[in-house]
């Protein structure tokens, strides 16, 4: 299951330091923290400079479910086994009718967060379309020392090193490697345009916000961190 007390403490930790880092994770709903959005600024000289990208972040939290047929649960019990170390065992007693047994599974921390670019971004890791992300942490080298945010520090330094020989979008990386300027071109074009439209889309937002008496400084900046969710901003701006 989800470590909700280790994620709402580094949500915390990864906010405070924003103005520095310019990385912010919030909950994408109220009280659900096994959903959040994460925002990283474009590197400084990159074609990504300049922009602002969401993360849509998704902690795992699985429940398994067995089902016995012709058993039914009778006890369970903790068992320490010298090999294997804490194990669950149990019993059973017969029965006619199947038995559903649902048992939690690790959730984060021990398995990674599942990160996808909710900003539209044009690079051979990202995919174009989905915006999922091709980066090792986010698999198999995932560990539970680290954390949301070195987890978005690395997608910001993906942003910053792209790996084509390994592309999650194959036309971008033939682009990237075939005609690199072009490449550049179209990253920038997609950046710029992105935060046009972006910088528009929240002018209405802004204004009904700063109508009800919150400065209009804090009313932005609350909006960037929910990606320009009207109803999510005014929720953070009551609660501050």
């Known amino acids: ?7 709402q403490k580094e949500l915390q930790e990864c906010n405070r330091d924003f103005e520095v880092s310019g990385i912010r994770v919030v909950p994408k709903g109220e009280a659900n923290l096994a959903h959040l959005l994460g925002t990283i600024p474009g590197p400084l000289g990159t ?13 795992p939290g699985q429940v ?21 170390g804490l194990m669950l065992r149990a019993s059973f007693m017969t029965c006619d009718s199947p038995f559903v047994c649902q048992v939690p599974m690790d959730g984060y921390p021990f398995e990674p967060p599942k990160m996808r670019f909710a900003t539209k971004v044009w690079h051979p890791n990202i995919s174009s379309q989905s ?19 070195t987890a978005l520090l690395s997608v910001q330094a993906l942003l910053s090193a792209p790996e084509p020989d390994d592309p999650q979008d194959a036309v971008v990386a033939q682009q990237y490697l075939r005609d690199y300027q072009t490449f550049v071109g179209t990253a920038r074009y997609w950046t710029e345009s992105i935060c046009h439209d972006i910088i528009s889309w929240c002018g209405g937002e802004v204004q009904k916000l700063v109508e009800m008496g919150f400065p ?18 005014l929720e953070k701006l009551c609660s501050t």
């Open 64 to 84: 398994k479910a067995f089902v016995f047929w012709g058993l039914k649960l009778k006890a369970v019990w903790v068992h320490e086994n010298a090999e294997w």
């Open 216 to 233: 209009e400084a804090l009313v932005r900046s609350t909006l960037e961190s929910v990606g320009g969710d009207e109803n999510l901003a």
């Open 47 to 59: 074609p990504y400079e300049g922009g602002t990208f969401k993360i849509d972040i998704t902690l």
């Open 131 to 149: 915006g999922a992300i091709c980066l090792d942490i986010l698999k198999d080298q995932w560990s539970p020392a680290l954390t949301l945010k």
């Open 1 to 7: 299951m989800v470590d909700f007390a280790r994620v």
